[in-house]
C-alpha cells in the first residue's frame, strides 16, 4: 500500500474530502488534532474499526475513542446524557476532554472493546472537525503510532510509524497539547482515568470534587479492566531504555550526574531530557531541555517528539521528573509509562551513593 502525506493546511478542502471518502469506504486516514495524530476509522463500522488494531499492533482490549464534530452528536452514542456533562460540554468541548459514559446500542463492541461504556470527545482541530463532518460518521480514534511506541505529535511521526499501513497522511503540522486528551468517567463518582490538557483543578472548578484513577502514576492490576486508552499496557515507550529520576531540582541533577558516568562506564551510550531550570548543570554531556519545571505543558508539548528523537540516538535515557500538580500529572503519567514505571528517588539514590 502506498501512503499519501496531503497537507491539511494547504490543501485541507481537497484532503478532508479524500479521507471522508476513505473513512466511508471503511479505510483508515491519520489526521491531526490539537493532542496527538489520531488513526480514524468509521466508528459505526466493526470491521473498519478492526483495522485499527491491526495496523497499530494494538491488543483489542484495549477500548478507543470516538471523535465527533458536533455536541448534539453525543446523543446518539450514549444510552443517555446525563445533567453532569452538560457544563463540562459548555466549558471544555471542542477541546482536549473525553468523557465515559454508557453506550448507545449504535456503538459497536469493537470500539468499546466489550465494554458496555463509551468514550467520546470533540476535538477543537479544524481539520479533525472538517473530517469528521464529511464522513458523516462518529470516527474511532487512537493515536497514529505502532502500539506501545510515542504518540506522534506531527505528520512525520506518524509516516515514520504507518508508511504502507494506511492509504492516507493528513499533515497539519505539530500538535499543540503533545499529549492525549483528559479522559474522565461520568459513571458513579466523577473519576479522571487519564490526564492531559484539562486538568483536575479545571474539572473541579466546574462540576466539584473529581477522583483520580489509582493507575494513573501505577501499572493497571494483571485482572483490572482498562476502561479508557492507556491505561493497560505499556505506552509510549522509545527504542531506549528510560530511566525516571524524582527529585528537587538540585537532588535530580546530582543523581543523573551520577547515573550518568556509571551507565558510561557500562558501555552504555546516554542522553538526558532536562528541564529548563537544571540544564546549566549538564554542560559537556549529551542533554535536551524539553520544558519549564514551572510550566509542565512546555514539558508535555515536547515529551513525546523528544522521546523519539533522542531514543534514536541512544541506549538510555534519564528524564527528569516533576510534580504531579496542574498538568505535571499529564507529563508523569506518560513518562512512567514510556519508563515502565522504572523510576529512581534522588534523594535516597544520594544518599547511598553518600554512604559508599
Not at 493515536?143 to 493528513?170: C, E, F, Q, W, Y
Not at 499533515?171 to 479522559?183: F, I, L, N, Q
Request: proline share 6%; charged share 25%; glycine share 8%.
Amino acid at each position: 500500500m502506498i501512503t499519501q502525506v496531503i497537507s491539511a493546511v494547504t490543501q485541507e478542502e481537497g484532503g478532508t474530502t479524500l479521507g471522508a471518502s476513505l473513512i466511508r469506504a471503511g479505510e483508515l486516514v491519520a489526521f491531526p488534532t490539537e493532542t496527538v495524530y489520531g488513526l480514524g476509522a468509521n466508528g459505526l463500522d466493526g470491521e473498519a474499526v478492526n483495522r485499527i488494531f491491526e495496523a497499530k499492533g494494538r491488543p483489542n482490549d484495549n477500548p478507543l475513542i470516538l471523535h465527533i464534530a458536533k455536541k448534539s452528536d453525543l446523543k446518539k452514542l450514549w444510552a443517555h446524557v446525563p445533567d453532569r456533562a452538560y457544563p463540562l460540554i459548555e466549558t471544555f468541548w471542542p477541546g482536549p476532554l473525553t468523557l465515559i459514559f454508557h453506550k448507545a446500542d449504535v456503538v459497536p463492541y469493537e470500539v468499546t472493546a466489550g465494554l458496555e461504556t463509551v468514550a467520546v470527545r470533540m476535538p477543537s482541530d479544524r481539520t479533525a472537525r472538517a473530517l469528521i463532518r464529511k464522513a458523516e460518521v462518529p470516527i474511532a480514534a487512537p493515536s497514529a503510532n505502532r502500539s506501545g511506541k510515542p504518540s506522534p505529535t506531527n505528520a512525520k511521526h506518524v509516516l515514520d510509524d504507518m508508511d504502507g499501513r494506511i492509504p492516507l497522511i493528513l499533515d497539519g503540522g505539530d500538535c499543540k497539547y503533545g499529549v492525549e486528551s483528559t479522559v474522565l468517567s461520568l459513571v458513579g463518582e466523577p473519576t479522571i482515568l487519564r490526564p492531559g490538557a484539562i486538568t483536575r483543578e479545571m474539572l473541579e472548578a466546574v462540576i466539584g470534587p473529581v477522583r483520580l484513577a489509582a493507575s494513573i502514576l501505577k501499572p493497571l492490576g494483571e485482572r483490572e479492566v482498562a476502561a479508557s486508552p492507556g491505561m493497560k499496557y505499556k505506552h509510549y515507550a522509545p527504542d531506549a531504555r528510560v530511566i525516571v529520576v524524582d527529585g528537587t531540582p538540585e537532588e535530580t541533577s546530582k543523581c543523573v550526574l551520577s547515573l550518568y558516568y556509571d551507565l558510561l562506564e557500562e558501555g552504555k551510550t546516554v542522553e538526558v531530557l532536562s528541564t529548563a531550570q537544571t540544564q546549566f548543570r549538564y554542560r559537556g554531556i549529551a542533554a535536551t531541555e524539553i520544558g519549564d519545571r514551572a510550566h509542565p505543558e512546555t514539558l508535555c508539548a515536547n515529551l513525546f517528539s523528544a522521546l523519539r528523537e533522542v531514543g534514536a540516538l541512544c541506549d538510555v535515557i534519564l528524564a527528569e521528573g516533576v510534580g504531579t500538580s496542574e498538568e505535571g500529572l499529564a507529563y508523569m503519567n506518560r513518562l512512567l509509562r514510556a519508563a515502565g514505571f522504572d523510576r529512581i528517588d534522588a534523594s535516597e539514590y544520594n544518599k547511598k551513593q553518600t554512604k559508599q
